[in-house]
């Protein structure tokens, strides 16, 4: 079965980083797209970053986040720098296909890893 695990997430003080990775398994998943969605506190999930052939950012984290993949590993990135309160949410990494909004491509989803940043 195709399954996406989160990890990376924690505690941090405003304006520092983490880094999230997810491992999946049961796909090539070098033949599809990849990327991350947050679901803060009573909000929609929506759209952070996504990497295809091209990597592709929500305007709110362009030039704090970074998304990367090591197809090797089977395993996608996301470097958050800068963070700050509002960055505070339940992270999920997904796989599917590369669309013009991307939350419509993704057929699968992990579980999410959760982020906090105090100010």
């Known amino acids: 079965q195709v399954q996406l695990v989160e990890s990376g997430g924690g505690l941090v003080q405003a304006g520092g980083s983490l880094r999230l990775s997810c491992a999946g398994s049961?796909?090539?998943?070098?033949?599809?797209?990849m990327g991350w969605f947050r679901q803060g506190p009573g909000k929609e999930r929506e759209f952070v970053a996504l990497?295809?052939?091209?990597?592709y950012y929500a305007d709110f984290v362009k030039g704090r986040f970074t998304i990367s993949r090591d197809n090797a590993k089977n395993t996608v990135y996301l470097q958050m720098n800068s963070l700050k309160p509002e960055d505070t949410a339940v992270y999920y990494c997904?796989?599917?296909?590369?669309?013009?909004?991307?939350?419509?491509?993704?057929?699968?989803w992990g579980k999410g890893t959760l982020v906090t940043v105090s100010s």
């Open positions: 997904a796989s599917g296909r590369l669309t013009t909004r991307p939350l419509d491509g993704m057929d699968y």
């Open positions: 990497i295809s052939k091209l990597a």
């Open positions: 049961g796909r090539t998943f070098s033949n599809y797209a």
